[in-house]
Structure formats: structure tokens, C-alpha cells
């Protein structure tokens, strides 16, 4: 297949043709040329879109999918699709499925369902068996099989011995460990952040102490045993603060965003719509903007939508019953786009994510290996149910403005669009 990519502006830093307008020819997967103009051939798939624009495939690298065990909320196949018109060209899919994903055997089966789609599929295995915090997962063996990293979703390691254990045996084989930044004790049973809107709504709080006093020890902790730590989902300004003095002392540190914390704050509580409830909480319009100074420095490595979906069953309830999570693959570069500037975030969707995860990132350059995501930046919007492509509805950005949309991908020499 020969696709050619008209009037493109391209967006890679590593590339000679950063913000240069270029039209693009592929051929069988690979970039064949890149011209100010290339003649169309009758046999050419030609892709002409309104401003559009091209970076380096974007990579999601928190992403929930319900199979195995809950595919009423969403099938591999089914994800991996909305991923792909979405703009994302790789995920890393958690293992809260049914069974967990914590043996080599579960990783495998993730790997081979996700054979032959545009978008690439990266197991992240659980670190405990059944992510019960209790006993380490065969670590080792699942990243033979094909395990990118090792976390137990949404769940702290709260065992301190566990996790330096982990961060000390992980380092044989250069495994990369996540650890929810949450201290359960502190946490209680708070659905929201604690502070002004908590105490209004008479919301139990979970307080921002409960993620800091978890970054700390897992710090102390990685300084101790050495190895490769990725903090997920951080939300408040004093994390932002931790990191960024522990990667001055050299720490190999790494932590991620979502869309929705970069975004929204808990002032959204006052509906009490379950769509906002999440974990971890929204938290203040302080912590929002200390997380989006935290893009912008650099401190904060990578932007994820943090893609979870959940049926309505669970999810349209009282907001303390309702389950948490929100969908984000579809809202996630348009929620981004509307707080920041392009420059300032596309690494947190492309190269920066992929060195994390230890995968390759291709420039966009003659002779590379096409994994493109092709979008337009400047097309504003309200976000509607009608733009939801996955399974489950629920996502905290509807009745939202957004800026940019994905058009889609082309990777794997599969052009998907929108």
C-alpha cells in the first residue's frame, strides 16, 4: 500500500523538518520521500485533510481495557480500534482485568489478541500476585513474554520491605517498577480531595498528604536500592515539587499526568456527576496549574489519558457508590491542547513516554518506519457523546470545550482515520 500525506506540518523535534509543511509519501510501512510536493499516482491513497498536522506516534501509557473478564465495558479489539482514531499509535495496557494480569501465560494472551492492529499493545504486568500487595509476581518471566513494566494498578505497594525488594530484583533485568502514589491509612475511604468542596459536599477526603507522604517513601526507598521507578497519576503541586528534587540528586525517577488532572480540578465535585469521580481525585485549580508548570519545566515526563472505561451499571450511581475512572482516548489531545501549547506537551505524548517504556521512537524522517499520528490543532469544539467511539459513555470531559482533534494513525502500514 502507497499513502501519501498531503500539505503536512510536521511536528518532531528530532526531525530536519520540524514545523516545515512537507507532503509525505509511505510505501509498505515505510517513508519514502519527503517533498515540498510529490505527483499523486492513480494508484496512491492520498490524504488530504484541513490543517493538517504529523508528530511522532503518540503513546498512552496507562490505558484499561475490560478484556479478559469485563468486556461489557470494553474487548482489546474494540480499544484498540477507538486508540487508533484517537491518534495513538501504542498503549500500555494495565492488568486490573479478571484474571489480573500476573503470570506469563495472561501476558501472552493480551499480546496475541492485539495481533495485527495499527496500534501496538504493550502488557504492563501486575508487580504482586493477583495485585494483592502480598507476594511479587514472576517479574522475570513476564518480561520474557513480552511485559513492558511491572505495577499493580490503582493499588500502593504498602508493604515498604516489597517494594525495595522489587526496585533491587528488577535491576537484573533493567524492569521498570510503578508505584501508585497513595498511603491508604491516610487515604481512608476519601473518594474526594479533602478541602473546601469535600467539606461543602460532605464528601469523605482523601488529602493530598495521603499521594506526597507515598512519593517520599518511595524516593527514599529508590534511593536506597537504585533501579528504574515510575510514579503514576500524580496530582498535586508538593509531588511535582518531590520529583523534580529527586531527579536533581540523579534519582532515575519518572512520573506521569492525566489529561483530566492537567485539566479539571474538584470544582467539577458540585453535580456530584460520577463521571468526575476518579482516582485519584481531582484535586485544587493550584494543583492544576503547578501540574501544568510541571509539563512545561520538564518535570513531569508523561501525559496519559488514563483510559478506564466502566458500564453503566457501575458508573451511573450516587457519586460515593459509583465506581471510579473515566474513559480519555478520545478527549485526551483536545483536553491537553486547550491548557497548553503544542511544543510544550508533544513529547509527553511521543518520545519521552516510549524512553520510559524502553520502546523506540521513529522521526519522521526518509527511511524510518512510519508510526505517524496525524491531527489538526486548531479545530474547537464541545466534546458531545456523539464524539465517544468506545463501549463505555463515561467520560468526565462531555458538555467540555476542546482544542484539536486526532484525524488518526498510520503505523504497522495501516492508515486509520476517524
Known sequence: ??????????????????????????HNGIIQEIADSINSNDDYNVVNLENLH??????????????????????????LEVAAKSGFTTVAVNPNSNPIIDNKASVEFLLNQANGFATNLYPIAALTQKSKGVEMAELYDMQQSGAIAFGDYNKPVENDNLLKIALLYAQNFDGLVLSFPKNNSIAGEGIANEGVNSTKLGLKGNPALAEEIQIARDLFLLEYTGGR???????????VALIKEAKKKGLNVTCSVTAHHLTLSDDELHGFDSNFKINPPLRTNSDVKSLQEGIKSGVIDIITSDH?????EHKKLEF?????????????????????ELNDFIENLTSKPKSVFGLENYSIIENNKAEITLFNPENSYVFTKKDILSTSKNSAFLDKK?????????????????
Not at 478506564?308 to 453503566?312: A, E, F, M, Y
Not at 460515593?320 to 485526551?332: M, Q, V, W, Y
Open 320 to 340: 460515593s457508590e459509583a465506581k471510579d475512572g473515566t474513559i480519555g482516548f478520545e478527549s485526551a489531545f483536545g483536553a491537553i491542547n486547550s491548557v497548553l
Open 54 to 79: 504529523v508528530s511522532c506516534g503518540w503513546f498512552d501509557t496507562s490505558v484499561s481495557l475490560g478484556e479478559p473478564g469485563f468486556e461489557e465495558r470494553e474487548t482489546i479489539k474494540k480499544g
Open 308 to 312: 478506564n472505561p466502566i458500564d453503566i
Open 1 to 26: 500500500m502507497t499513502t501519501l500525506l498531503k500539505s503536512a506540518t510536521i511536528i518532531d523535534t528530532s526531525s530536519p523538518y520540524h514545523n516545515q509543511q512537507k507532503d509525505i509519501l509511505i
Open 229 to 239: 521507578l515510575h510514579i503514576p497519576t500524580i496530582t498535586t503541586g508538593k509531588s
Open 402 to 418: 476542546l482544542k484539536g482533534k486526532a484525524y488518526g494513525i498510520y503505523a504497522n502500514n495501516q492508515l486509520i482515520l476517524n
